[in-house]
């Protein structure tokens, strides 16, 4: 398979570049500006916590044993403590007692990690407050580091196995977004500045980067960047109306309210507002490069099709596209919410109020808002593609929206083409000439 999905598209006319590029570059420069005045050159810097020092083990062995009955329990409830109990021998490897062994106690409780023999995991020493030469080690999780790095090298080597150069260019886009994201979004945020106006500026600078650097710059990709750039000033629009008409605050979940503790001059509105930008850009470039590409194979395909009938088939493939979309937008974002959705089976309040509460509002306004640029996305960067494909390549059949004129065969043609149906085949020896039939170079497919 080649590194690209679509083929090349025919040159663009020199009048639709510069127009692309004078449209286009005055955009660019806008963002770059936004993105400097906007520059958390402020962030706060996270205050110093000393934590207690991680050391890096291997468990050699577990020995389970019965749990001990607990000293004092209320009438009805077990008398022995929640298991498992007993104990894990583990071999240190960094830290002051690397190459030794210690024990710790099996982790138990909510959350605690299941562990076994050959198992990597991580100790936290717990010092003795009143005797700070005793010390004892308990497991806290499991060292994911490597099969993160695995799982990171299998991902890279599928992308660029399929897609070659495409897929290699998706890699770097992957990384320049990341990067984006945690050198301006993030800590403009937390620096103070406008959460909605940082995140229309960071998504428009990975759009800018990721579009052109993924898909090369073209007037397809143009076409797509405009098209993504209108639809995220719609959603964000649309999101800023959404959230005051359902008078949403953005303490709509726990993670809200633990950083209002932490961060109480965080923007949480905003914030909600800039979390609908963020998650809708993904699916944008989808929609946009899609749209932009099934334009120009229409185009391709028929040179002769009209402005208006490239727009309707166009638009039919866009319309397919979103009826997949929109599940996946929901499903995504109940996926992410699902611990919240069984919270429902839970709550003996009315469907109304639970339906009309601040956390299942928010959810609700996320899907409809990022449904809503979607859709306006395909309309919008399937009738910009059309104008450019057909600039400066118009025929005169669609330059007057007439259809293309037939051209009738000669009747001597026809006279022969007839004859030759009903006369039974026959071998030649001789060489084809003009006249003679068949013709292994003429064929019936020819329009009459």
């Known amino acids: 398979m080649g590194a690209d999905h679509t083929r090349s598209a025919p040159p663009t006319p020199p009048g639709v570049r510069r127009i692309l590029v004078v449209t286009v570059a005055p955009l660019f420069l806008i963002t770059l500006i936004a993105a400097i005045v906007l520059w958390p050159r402020d962030a706060p810097r996270p205050e110093t916590v000393d934590d207690a020092p991680r050391y890096h083990g291997t468990v050699t062995r577990v020995v389970s044993e019965p749990c001990p009955p607990n000293p004092a329990v209320p009438e009805g409830t077990p008398t ?9 021998t583990v071999r240190v490897q960094t830290g002051p007692m690397a190459g030794q062994e210690v024990q710790t106690p099996i982790p138990s409780g909510p959350g605690a990690p299941r562990i076994d023999v050959d198992d990597d995991i991580i100790l936290v020493p717990l010092i ?7 010390s004892t080690y308990n497991i806290a999780e499991h060292q994911r580091g490597w099969p993160l790095v695995w799982l990171a090298v299998l991902f890279a080597a599928a992308i660029v196995a399929f897609g070659r150069l495409r897929g290699l260019a998706a890699l770097g886009g992957l990384a320049a977004s990341f990067a984006i994201l945690l050198t301006f979004v993030l800590p403009g945020i937390s620096a103070g500045r406008p959460p909605l106006a940082v995140a229309i500026v960071g998504a428009s600078l990975i759009m800018f980067v990721v579009l052109y650097l993924t898909h090369g710059i073209s007037a397809q ?12 000033v719609l959603t ?4 800023l109306v959404a959230a005051e008409a359902t008078q949403l605050t953005g303490f709509g979940s726990e993670d809200a309210t633990t950083l209002s503790l932490f961060r109480a001059d965080v923007d949480l509105h905003g914030l909600l507002l800039a979390g609908i930008i963020i998650g809708s850009l993904g699916v944008l470039d989808d929609v946009t ?3 932009a590409a099934a334009v120009t194979e229409l185009r391709h395909a028929n040179p002769h099709s009209s402005r208006l009938e490239l727009y309707r088939s166009a638009t039919r493939v ?10 996946t937008i929901v499903l995504a974002y109940a996926g992410a919410s699902l611990p919240l959705l069984l919270l429902l089976t839970a709550d003996s309040r009315a469907l109304g109020q639970i339906v009309t509460s601040e956390f299942l509002t928010t959810e609700i306004v996320r899907s409809v808002v990022a449904t809503l640029g979607l859709i306006a996305a395909v309309p919008l960067t399937t009738a910009l593609a059309v104008v450019v494909v057909t600039a400066g390549r118009d025929n005169a059949g669609t330059r007057t929206g007439q259809p293309t004129p037939v051209v009738p065969r000669p009747t001597t043609e026809r006279a022969e083409a007839l004859h030759a149906l009903s006369t039974p085949p026959t071998r030649s ?4 000439t003009s006249s003679g039939w068949p013709d292994p170079d003429r064929s019936t497919d020819t329009t009459w």
Request: net charge negative; charged share 10%.
């Open 236 to 239: 964000g629009l649309l999101g």
């Open 221 to 232: 990709t143009s076409v797509a960047v405009l098209g993504t750039l209108a639809s995220l």
């Open 289 to 291: 490069v899609t749209q």
């Open 128 to 134: 003795d407050p009143e005797d700070p030469s005793v």
């Open 318 to 327: 866009g319309r397919a596209h979103i009826a997949s979309v929109v599940n």
């Open 429 to 432: 020896t001789s060489p084809a």
């Open 80 to 88: 022995t403590a929640d298991g498992p109990c007993g104990t894990v």
